[in-house]
C-alpha cells in the first residue's frame, strides 16, 4: 500500500510502502469496540459513594414506642425507608477496568490504523517539526491542509516548538508513538503519522 509523503509547508515528498498487516485489514467494528471499551472501562475513575444505614448521623435512640402507636414498627431513623436515611446496595468506589490481551491489545490498533486508511482518512506527514513556537506558522499550514479535527502522531519524542505551537491550536492533538491508542485514533477525524512515526509504529506492531 502506498501512499504520498506530504510536507506540512506543502507540496510532496515522495512516497512510502505501508506495511498491509497494519494499515490494510478490513476494520472490524466489534474489535475495536472491544478496546474502546477496555480503555474507557480503565480510565472510569470508579469514586462514585453513598453512605449506607450505618454511615448517617442520626440518633441510634428508638424514634418511638414499639407497640400502641398504630404505626409500623421502627427502631431507627436510619432504615433505607426515612428520609435521609441510609442507601441499601448504592454505589461504592471500586475499580471499572478489566483484562485484555496484550496480543488483543495491538489486534485493536492495527484496526484503527486501518480504519483510517481505508477511508482516505490517513495522512503521513515528512515531520512535526517547526523552526520556531509560532501558532500562527502552525495554524496556517493545518488551515491550508484543510484539517479540521485531526491526531498527530510522531516519533520517541516529539518537537517542543511543534508542540508548543498546537497547544493553542483546538481540535488538534499530538501523541509520540507510545502513546497511540484506538479511542484517541477513532476520535479524530484525520490521522496524520510522521514518517518516524510510522517505523515506529511498524516496529511497536510487528
Keep these: 500500500m502506498k501512499l504520498d509523503v506530504i510536507k506540512l509547508e506543502g507540496g510532496t515528498a515522495g512516497t512510502l510502502d505501508l506495511d498491509e498487516a497494519l494499515f490494510g485489514l ?7 469496540h472491544r478496546v474502546v471499551r477496555w480503555q474507557r472501562n480503565n480510565a472510569q475513575a470508579g469514586t462514585h459513594k453513598v453512605k449506607t444505614r ?3 448521623s442520626y440518633s441510634t435512640k428508638k424514634i418511638y414506642r414499639q407497640k400502641g402507636t398504630g404505626g409500623a414498627r421502627h427502631g431507627s431513623r436510619k432504615a433505607p425507608i426515612f428520609r435521609k436515611g441510609g442507601i441499601y446496595k448504592g454505589p461504592t468506589p471500586r475499580s ?13 490498533l492495527k484496526h484503527a490504523l486501518s ?6 482518512n490517513l495522512v503521513v506527514l515528512e515531520d512535526a517539526k517547526l523552526a520556531g513556537a509560532k ?16 491526531l498527530v502522531i510522531d516519533g520517541a519524542e516529539i518537537d517542543a516548538n511543534f508542540k508548543a505551537a498546537a ?6 492533538d499530538i501523541l509520540p508513538t507510545m502513546g ?21 509504529l511498524e516496529a511497536r506492531l510487528k
Design 96 to 108: 471499572h477496568g478489566h483484562d485484555l490481551t496484550k496480543k488483543f491489545r495491538k489486534l485493536g
Design 135 to 150: 501558532t500562527a506558522l502552525l495554524a496556517k499550514a493545518i488551515k491550508e491542509q484543510g484539517w479540521k479535527r485531526v
Design 26 to 32: 478490513e476494520p472490524r467494528a466489534d474489535i475495536l
Design 115 to 120: 480504519a483510517k486508511a481505508a477511508t482516505g
Design 180 to 200: 497511540a491508542n484506538v479511542y484517541d485514533i477513532l476520535k479524530r477525524d484525520t490521522l496524520v503519522i510522521t514518517k518516524s512515526g510510522i517505523e515506529a
Design 167 to 172: 497547544a493553542n491550536i483546538a481540535g488538534i
Design 54 to 56: 450505618s454511615e448517617v
